[in-house]
Nanobody
Framework: QVQLVESGGGLVQAGGSLRLSCAAS????????MGWFRQAPGKERQFVAT????????HYADSVKGRFTISRDNAKNTVYLQMNSLKPEDTAVYYC??????????????????WGQGTQVTVSS
């Protein structure tokens, strides 16, 4: 079993930055593909970024490419999402997710095994 706890959300002005963290418990973190997703009110959960077990491979949604960076520290069982040049349309609840014992990246929510509770990000114009 893996538990994921996100932190770092908040209110920021357009153009600002935030760094989200996701702390994982359990022994499978270092062998898990990790992902960040977001969900705005009335919309479906949307892929944001994913990173492989070693951190050597990443993939981003086109809407955040060049502005967001996903990274991980396996020694700390933590995955991060650095968000720069934030826009009002980035406003959403952000979730981290883990796909255990995986060596591939995936953008599909249904392929992840564990989810955090989410952290709210609000970008004002």
């Amino acid at each position: 079993q893996v538990q994921l706890v996100e932190s770092g959300g908040g209110l920021v002005q357009a153009g600002g930055s935030l760094r989200l963290s996701c702390a994982a418990s359990g022994r499978t973190f270092s062998s898990s593909t990790m992902g960040w997703f977001r969900q705005a009110p009335g919309k479906e959960r949307q892929f944001v970024a994913t990173i492989n077990w070693s951190g050597g491979s990443t993939h981003y949604a086109d809407s955040v490419k060049g502005r967001f960076t996903i990274s991980r520290d396996n020694a700390k069982n933590t995955v991060y999402l650095q968000m720069n040049s934030l826009k009002p349309e980035d406003t959403a609840v952000y979730y981290c997710a883990a796909r255990k014992n995986s060596v591939v990246l995936t953008t599909t929510p249904g392929r992840y095994d564990y989810w955090g509770q989410g952290t709210q990000v609000t970008v004002s114009s």
